[in-house]
């Protein structure tokens, strides 16, 4: 059996490491991975391959940035090449990005077998790019592999046959078990005893000038009480120099690899984020996350986790980070099948 993995941006990567180990434990499965490149910096993409163990792709597309259609499209064009080429039985997409929609895509029209690996999330908002993704590629998909008990329910409601559905539990979680005890390794590392960890990367929040200058001095609001430690994604990088927005008296830090990622998680006082695998790390490590969007794709960090959506509104995040700092932070439970074999159980479903 011949699985071709698609992956492209820095939250796939750390979900395409512990499905390819458990794959790498049968018998005759050969596997191919391709990179999209949709992101290319160093520490967007190879350190998250070092750090997690994958090989070097088999296959790198090179699409770079662009709008979504000319990423989706580049993608696309250069992907049909390549799955020609390697003839696979079964590709593998992951999550909510560009690569898995234009892969599925380009799959489906080809008649070639497509998996998704985390189906069934919806936020059910549709100016979230992610949301478009989500839904057309589960559509596309003949195999879904579904994180939680919500995303059975979403994808039955969109009429997706119960027999393509297979509830295996959390994949990122699988990285995130696994490399625990060496993120921890790196103790305190120099950073403050007590800090808010920051990340910003979302469209709606970052690419409005009035929107982000708003973050911002929520941000700046934060600090007088606590550091705040702010990795800014490119993306957000770019936004603030772009509007001259001054962000000195945050620590903000180029891109964290992911060990070290996990252990400034963990030793958080707070997360603020609006990053959607982020809010279920925060879940899975029991540090209080407040979510700066007002929805999320990820109900059960909500109902079960740790995890607190405060929107764009800078009172809700006043009010719930005091609330933490006098000890009175949310404690959440790890929902059902976040336990480090999600990756193991896909590998069942599609071998054994
Ligand atoms: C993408 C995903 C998003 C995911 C995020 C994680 C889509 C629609 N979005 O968003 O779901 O949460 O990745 O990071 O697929 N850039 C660099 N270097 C890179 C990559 C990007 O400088 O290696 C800059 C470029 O200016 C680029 C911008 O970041 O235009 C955005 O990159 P892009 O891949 O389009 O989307 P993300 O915001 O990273």
Same mark, same amino acid.
């Given at each position: 059996?011949?699985?071709?993995?698609?992956?492209?941006?820095?939250?796939?990567?750390?979900?395409?490491?512990?499905?390819?180990?458990?794959?790498?434990?049968?018998?005759?499965?050969?596997?191919?991975?391709?990179?999209?490149?949709?992101?290319?910096?160093?520490?967007?993409?190879?350190?998250?391959?070092?750090?997690?163990?994958?090989? =070097?792709?088999?296959?790198?597309?090179?699409?770079?940035?662009?709008?979504? =259609?000319?990423?989706?499209?580049?993608?696309?064009?250069?992907?049909?090449? =390549?799955?020609?080429?390697?003839?696979?039985?079964?590709?593998?997409?992951?999550?909510?990005?560009?690569?898995?929609?234009?892969?599925?895509?380009?799959?489906?029209?080809?008649?070639?077998?497509?998996?998704?690996?985390?189906?069934?999330?919806?936020?059910?908002?549709?100016?979230?790019?992610?949301?478009?993704?989500?839904?057309?590629?589960?559509?596309?998909?003949?195999?879904?592999?579904?994180?939680?008990?919500?995303?059975?329910?979403?994808? =039955?409601?969109?009429?997706?046959?119960?027999?393509?559905?297979?509830?295996?539990?959390?994949?990122?979680?699988?990285?995130?078990?696994? &490399?625990?005890?060496?993120?921890?390794?790196?103790?305190?590392?120099?950073?403050?005893?007590?800090?808010?960890?920051?990340?910003?990367?979302?469209?709606?929040?970052?690419?409005?000038?009035?929107?982000?200058?708003?973050?911002?001095?929520?941000?700046?609001?934060?600090?007088?009480?606590?550091?705040?430690?702010?990795?800014?994604?490119?993306?957000?990088?770019?936004?603030?120099?772009?509007?001259?927005?001054?962000?000195?008296?945050?620590?903000?830090?180029?891109?964290?690899?992911?060990?070290?990622?996990?252990? &400034?998680?963990?030793?958080?006082?707070?997360?603020?984020?609006?990053?959607?695998?982020?809010?279920?790390?925060?879940?899975?490590?029991?540090?209080?996350?407040?979510?700066?969007?007002?929805?999320?794709?990820?109900?059960?960090?909500?109902?079960?986790?740790?995890?607190?959506?405060?929107?764009?509104?800078?009172?809700?995040?006043?009010?719930?980070?005091?609330?933490?700092?006098?000890?009175?932070?949310?404690?959440?439970?790890?929902?059902?099948?976040?336990?480090?074999?999600?990756?193991?159980?896909?590998?069942?479903?599609?071998?054994?």
């Amino acid at each position: 059996m011949h699985i071709l993995h698609v992956v492209g941006a820095r939250p796939n990567f750390m979900k395409l490491a512990p499905v390819l180990r458990a794959l790498s434990t049968r018998n005759n499965v050969r596997q191919t991975i391709v990179h999209t490149g949709q992101h290319y910096d160093a520490n967007m993409s190879d350190v998250f391959f070092q750090q997690l163990g994958v090989p =070097a792709p088999d296959v790198n597309l090179a699409v770079g940035s662009g709008s979504h =259609a000319q990423q989706t499209a580049g993608i696309m064009t250069r992907f049909e090449a =390549a799955v020609l080429d390697r003839k696979p039985g079964m590709v593998l997409v992951y999550g909510d990005v560009n690569s898995a929609v234009a892969a599925a895509l380009v799959c489906a029209k080809l008649q070639i077998k497509v998996g998704h690996v985390e189906a069934g999330l919806r936020s059910f908002d549709r100016t979230m790019p992610e949301e478009i993704n989500r839904l057309v590629t589960d559509q596309l998909a003949d195999v879904l592999f579904t994180p939680s008990e919500d995303g059975d329910l979403n994808l =039955a409601r969109e009429g997706i046959a119960k027999e393509k559905i297979h509830l295996v539990g959390n994949v990122m979680i699988d990285s995130l078990v696994r &490399l625990l005890p060496e993120a921890l390794k790196h103790g305190r590392n120099g950073f403050p005893e007590s800090y808010a960890l920051v990340t910003l990367h979302r469209p709606s929040n970052v690419d409005d000038g009035g929107t982000l200058s708003e973050i911002l001095q929520s941000l700046l609001e934060v600090s007088k009480n606590l550091a705040v430690l702010f990795p800014a994604h490119p993306r957000t990088r770019q936004r603030l120099e772009a509007f001259g927005m001054d962000a000195r008296q945050l620590r903000v830090l180029d891109p964290v690899p992911y060990v070290e990622f996990i252990n &400034l998680q963990r030793n958080a006082t707070v997360v603020i984020t609006d990053s959607g695998g982020i809010q279920e790390e925060t879940t899975y490590l029991g540090v209080p996350c407040l979510t700066l969007r007002d929805n999320t794709e990820r109900p059960v960090t909500v109902s079960q986790g740790t995890n607190i959506l405060v929107g764009k509104d800078p009172e809700k995040l006043r009010i719930e980070l005091e609330s933490i700092l006098q000890g009175n932070a949310k404690r959440g439970t790890i929902p059902p099948l976040w336990d480090g074999y999600a990756a193991e159980r896909i590998a069942r479903v599609l071998v054994d």
